[in-house]
C-alpha cells in the first residue's frame, strides 16, 4: 500500500513546488539573482566565475529588494554568490543552456524547476532512511515524507534557484550511507567507492555539508565496529580515511583552483566573500544597537516564523493566527517526543542496538546544522529557518514521532491524514493570499 500513497506524496509535491515556481515573482525568493548570475557565468563563458570586490552592494539590494525586482533594475551585478563550490551550477548549467533560447522568464523557470526535481529525489531518500530505521513502519515513513513535502517554507525554497536542495539530496544520501553501514548491510569497497563520491560531492556543493558529512561517516564506521564488537583502533577505521581521500581527491581540482584564485590561505574563498561583503548586517553590530536579549528573542522567533513561513527576502509574513496554529502544532509534537523519548530510554530492549545508532546518526545531523546555524549566526545576522532544512528528514521524523505519541494508535491514520491535508491547504494559502499579492510589482 505505501507505494500508492508514496506516489500521491511525490505528485502533490510535484504539482505544488510547480505552482510556487510558476506563480512566485521572478527574483523573490533569498539569493536567487545571484545564484542565476553563477549559472549564467558558467553558461556564457564556459568558465567558472571569481567573486570580486563590487559584487555586492548592500544599498542597491535594499533598493531593488524594495521595488519588487522590476525589469528597470538590473540584477546583473548581484554576484555575491561567485565563491560558492561548483556543484549545483555545473549541473544547472544544461538546463539554462537548453532554456535561454525561450527567454528569461522561461530560463528562471527552467531552472527553478530543476531544484524542484532535486527536492522530489530528497523525499524519496528520506523514505528510504526512515524504512532503514524502521524496517517494518511503513506509516512512520510516509508521514515523516508527508510532512517534509508540506512545509511551505521548504516548497518555496524548493522552486527557487538555490544550492539548497543540492545540499539537502548529498546530505540525505550521506545519512543514508551512513545508516546502512552503521547496520552493517554494506561492504567495506562499496562504503568507500560510495562514501567517497558523495562525501566529494558534499565538498563540491556546499560548505555547510562539510561538518555534518563527515561526522555522519565517522560515527557510522565507529557504530558498525561496535555492533559487530570488532576491536577498536585507528586501522579499523582505515575505510573511512579511504572515503576522504577518495574525496578529497575528487574535489581536488575545486581545491587547487580556489587556491590559485583567492590564495592558498583561502581555498574556498570565505575570507574573499567577508571583504566582499560590506555592509551586511553583523549580529556583533545589532546586539550593541538593541541588546543581546532583543537580538536572542528574535533569533527564536524569527527562526521559527521563517522555518515554517515566512517569504520573499525574509519580508512576507502569513497571518499571526497561522503561526499560533504552528506553535501549537509543533509544541505538541515537541511535548509527545519526550514522552517517547521517556519510554524508550525506561525499555531500551525495545530499540535494537542498531536502531539506537540509526537514532545517534539522525539525530546527529539535527544537533549539527543547529549548531551550524548558531555559528554563522555569530558572525552575520541571518536568521533564516531555512538553514535548518539539511536536517530537515531529522526534524520531520522527531514531529511525527511526537504527535505519534500522543494519538491513539486507532486514530493515528486518520489524524496524519488530515494534518497532510491541513498542510497542503496551508501551502495553497500561503502562495495565493500572501506570496503573490504581496510581492508582485503592482501595475
Known amino acids: 500500500m505505501r507505494h500508492p500513497i508514496l506516489a500521491f506524496i511525490l505528485i502533490a509535491y510535484l504539482a505544488l513546488a510547480a505552482l510556487y515556481a510558476v506563480f512566485t515573482p521572478k527574483w523573490q525568493t533569498p539569493d536567487e539573482p545571484a545564484h542565476f548570475n553563477y549559472t549564467r557565468a558558467i553558461g556564457e563563458t564556459g568558465r567558472l566565475p571569481v567573486l570580486q570586490i563590487g559584487d555586492y552592494d548592500q544599498q542597491y539590494l535594499e533598493q531593488i529588494k524594495a521595488a519588487k525586482f522590476p525589469p528597470t533594475m538590473s540584477i546583473d551585478a548581484i554576484r555575491y554568490e561567485a565563491y560558492q563550490p561548483p556543484l549545483y551550477y555545473l549541473a544547472a548549467t544544461p538546463v539554462y543552456l537548453a532554456a535561454r533560447g525561450a527567454g528569461l522568464d522561461a530560463t528562471v523557470l527552467a531552472l527553478r524547476l530543476f531544484s524542484v526535481a532535486l527536492g522530489a529525489l530528497v523525499l524519496l531518500v528520506a523514505f528510504r532512511i526512515v524504512r532503514e530505521i524502521f524496517p517494518d513502519d511503513d506509516w512512520l515513513a510516509l508521514a515523516t515524507v508527508g510532512l517534509m513535502a508540506t512545509v511551505p517554507q521548504h516548497l518555496a525554497v524548493s522552486a527557487s534557484i538555490s544550492n ?15 545508516i546502512k553501514r552503521a547496520k552493517n548491510t554494506i561492504r567495506n569497497s562499496q562504503f568507500v567507492i560510495l562514501g567517497g563520491i ?6 563540491l556543493t556546499k560548505t555547510t555539508t562539510y561538518v555534518p558529512g563527515a ?16 576491536r577498536f583502533s585507528l586501522y579499523a577505521l582505515r575505510t573511512t ?23 592558498v590561505t583561502d581555498p574556498l574563498g570565505i575570507a574573499r566573500h567577508d ?56 509544541g505538541a509534537a515537541v511535548f509527545g517526543h519526550a514522552l517517547y523519548a521517556r519510554r524508550i530510554l525506561r525499555h531500551r530492549d525495545s530499540l535494537t542496538s542498531a536502531q539506537w545508532w540509526c537514532i545517534v546518526l539522525i539525530n546527529l545531523l539535527l544537533v549539527v546544522a543547529v549548531a551550524d546555524y548558531i555559528a554563522y549566526n555569530f558572525k552575520f545576522l541571518q536568521f533564516q529557518g531555512r538553514y535548518l532544512f539539511p536536517a530537515l528528514v531529522a526534524i520531520a521524523l522527531f514531529l511525527v514521532i511526537g504527535l505519534r505519541e500522543l494519538i491513539a494508535r486507532e486514530y493515528q491514520r486518520l489524524v496524519f491524514a488530515l494534518l497532510y491535508v491541513a498542510l497542503l491547504a496551508l501551502d495553497f494559502v500561503c502562495l495565493c493570499l500572501f506570496i503573490v499579492p504581496q510581492l508582485r510589482i503592482a501595475n
Open 241 to 263: 580515511l579511504y572515503v576522504f581521500a577518495l574525496a578529497l581527491l575528487i574535489a581536488s581540482p575545486m581545491f587547487i583552483r580556489g587556491a590559485l584564485v583567492y590564495g
Open 164 to 178: 539548497d536542495l543540492a545540499a539537502e539530496l548529498v546530505l540525505a544520501l550521506i545519512l543514508w550511507l551512513a
Open 215 to 230: 561526522l555522519l561517516l565517522i560515527v557510522a564506521d565507529l557504530a558498525r565496529i561496535q555492533i559487530t564488537k570488532s
Open 198 to 203: 558523495l562525501y566529494g560531492a558534499a565538498l
Open 275 to 330: 571583504a566582499v561583503v560590506v555592509g551586511q548586517p553583523t549580529t556583533a553590530s545589532q546586539i550593541a544597537e538593541y541588546g543581546f536579549k532583543r537580538i536572542a528573542f528574535d533569533f527564536c522567533a524569527v527562526t521559527f516564523k521563517s522555518f515554517w513561513a515566512q517569504f520573499g527576502w525574509m519580508g512576507v509574513l502569513v497571518n499571526d493566527r497561522i503561526y499560533v496554529a504552528l506553535a501549537l502544532f509543533t
